[in-house]
């Protein structure tokens, strides 16, 4: 596999992920894909604002702000005045987990899964076929945390060492 394909086989997980989630309430703004990111960056990155976000993820700062009203609006995050800008607002995963977290946390990949998987025909996807790739997610999922990307982050904003230098564990 090389990184274009890592990169479109990125994209078709989120596009699962998607599917799979609980819809939100009509008229609800945002999308699962901005909510999805923002929230996954305040997991790894509590007590931070919607300029930082910004930054982290590269979303536009208005996605980030419209992101962060939905999850606010669904009980997701708390948000308290920045002590260094009283303009800004820090913004941090809720203490306890509000009931549409709770639900889309529950809902399993299962049956977007096994519609990914299906044939060109329309065939259903063999069940140990949907198993397997699933055992593969949950793998992937446990060695690729969020602190393993903000370390693969780090490791790109490193420079190279020059030449001749020791190399460093």
């Known amino acids: 596999m090389n ?18 989630m609980p819809q939100a309430e009509p008229g609800t703004p945002g999308s699962h894909r901005a909510v999805a990111v923002v929230l ?25 702000s419209t992101a962060v009203a939905r999850l606010e609006q669904a009980g997701a995050i708390d948000t308290e005045p920045d002590p260094a800008d009283r303009r800004r607002r820090l913004i941090r995963p809720a203490a306890k ?6 639900e889309v946390r529950a809902t399993t ?7 990914a998987l ?9 069940p140990d076929t ?3 790739v699933a055992e593969a997610l949950d793998l992937l999922a ?3 945390t969020p602190s393993v990307a ?14 001749g230098a020791p190399a460093t564990p």
């Open 97 to 102: 987990p509000s009931a549409r977290l709770t």
């Open 142 to 144: 446990r060695r690729l």
């Open 40 to 64: 996954g960056d305040l997991v790894a990155n509590p007590a931070t604002t919607v300029g930082e976000i910004a930054g982290r993820t590269g979303l536009p700062q208005s996605q980030v």
């Open 130 to 132: 949907v198993r397997e």
């Open 118 to 126: 299906a044939g060109p025909d329309g065939a259903a996807a063999q």
């Open 109 to 115: 990949i299962d049956d977007a899964l096994a519609a």
């Open 3 to 20: 990184g274009v394909e890592l990169f479109l086989l990125g994209r078709t997980l989120m596009k699962i992920g998607e599917q799979a």
């Open 150 to 163: 903000a370390r693969a982050r780090a490791l790109d904003a490193t420079p190279p060492p020059s030449p």
